[in-house]
């Protein structure tokens, strides 16, 4: 038995993340969404005790309510979320270097080697999952293979807290038997595909023609076939982040934001966000993007590219509203705004200017960043976020 890959998966990570800051909340169930009276009618993550009532992930907020009226209902805190999967990140390290975050809840791990150091694989998981719950205080379900897909696919078998290997003899038995939705990369479109071919089950997949499976799907009719039967070769790759080619973010109003003034505010405060997390990343980016939806649900998206990299909300900021001026006209109403930097780079180096404003911008904005590493990203806010128009106030608590 050789399954030195290990995947962490957070439960519940949301609203365990809440249940930690919040002790008060343990043992209840907690729904984190946001309020449909400003459009933000989703839920993103239930406890297990709201689970047990039915509510899931994507359910809107009032479909929750009615399962589960006695909830505990809590906007999100995006802040809070980072710095907890940041933690847990640090502390897959100390067992290994090989650690690539899959997602904010979720992140791979190679111990190929480490067995000398720390034990099998088995005993890896168990000390990740004991140092996860006393140093954060959150729960998480670690999957063993031998490769990642297998990984991926043992981390969901057992919820919450649990510990399942699979290697490649207990495909059959642990795997084949699932429905085939179930199989990591098989999405609600593609599942309606592979059911007009007859295909229900992961079984199905597996023995199903390669040569039909190419020829409808061509590549990715291939990698079907090879995940059904448990085989992937993609590597663990603790530099998968530092490819990111985009970085940004969006929000649908609380109402229909009307004239350029109302608009300017929220794309400041968006400029903010992700150049943020564009400077915790290490990048600078070159090419602003706005987009903008309105009350009829018609998008609109422009760019343009800068003259020198950034990483400063002001330099985004004028870029987006310089696109907002010319192509969205003052009158039509405002539901969604975007705003994201791409053509990203590491910072490694910098342009310097005659009079020195880059310099103080930069000394500026890492003065704010060490605040809002300590005190957490509510704790510096532009004044506009205090006027009706903004949108950030109270959105990280």
Not at 17 to 24: F, G, L, R, Y
Not at 354 to 365: A, F, I, T, V
Request: positive net charge; contains cysteine; charged residues 25%.
């Amino acid at each position: 038995m050789h399954c030195p890959i290990l995947l962490a998966d957070m439960n519940a990570f949301y609203a365990s993340v809440h249940q930690t800051m919040d002790p008060a909340l343990r043992g209840k169930p907690v729904i984190v969404g946001g309020d449909p009276a400003k459009r933000h009618g989703i839920v993103l993550a239930a406890s297990y005790e709201a689970k047990a009532f039915g509510v899931k992930t994507g359910m809107a907020v009032w479909e929750a309510r009615e399962l589960c009226p006695h909830g505990i209902f809590l906007k999100p805190a995006h802040g809070h979320y980072i710095n907890f999967s940041a933690r847990i990140v640090k502390i897959m390290k100390d067992f290994s270097p090989m650690v690539e975050p899959f997602s904010i809840d979720e992140a791979f791990m190679d111990v190929s080697g480490c067995d000398q150091l720390f034990g099998s694989s088995v005993d890896i998981a168990l000390k990740l999952k004991a140092r996860v719950k006393k140093e954060v205080g959150v729960l998480c379900s670690v999957g063993i293979g031998p490769n990642k897909l297998l990984a991926k696919m043992a981390s969901g078998m057992q919820k919450p807290d649990g510990l399942t290997l699979m290697d490649f003899p207990d495909v059959p038995a642990k795997m084949w038997p699932l429905p085939v939705r179930e199989l990591f990369g098989v999405g609600f479109r593609m599942e309606k595909r592979l059911r007009d071919l007859n295909i229900h089950t992961i079984r199905d997949l597996a023995r199903y023609p390669l040569s039909v499976l190419q020829k409808r799907f061509g590549l990715v009719g291939h990698v079907l076939h090879l995940s059904a039967n448990g085989i992937d070769y993609s590597p663990v790759d603790p530099h998968s982040l530092d490819r990111v080619k985009s970085i940004g973010h969006q929000i649908t109003l609380p109402r229909d934001y009307r004239g350029y003034s109302e608009i300017k505010v929220v794309i400041l405060e968006l400029s903010e966000i992700v150049c943020r997390r564009v400077r915790l990343g290490g990048y600078v980016g070159r090419t602003v993007r706005l987009a903008l939806k309105d009350a009829d649900f018609l998008w609109m998206s422009r760019a343009r590219t800068l003259a020198f990299p950034t990483a400063f909300a002001g330099d985004v900021c004028r870029a987006a509203v310089e696109l907002l001026y010319r192509h969205w006209p003052a009158w039509k109403p405002v539901r969604m705004v975007g705003v994201s930097l791409a053509g990203l780079v590491k910072s490694t180096a910098e342009q310097v200017d005659l009079l020195g404003e880059d310099e103080r911008n930069r000394r500026l904005y890492a003065a704010c960043d060490r605040v809002k590493d300590r005190f957490g990203e509510q704790s510096l806010l532009r004044a506009v976020s205090l006027t009706p128009d903004g949108i950030l106030r109270d959105r990280g608590r």
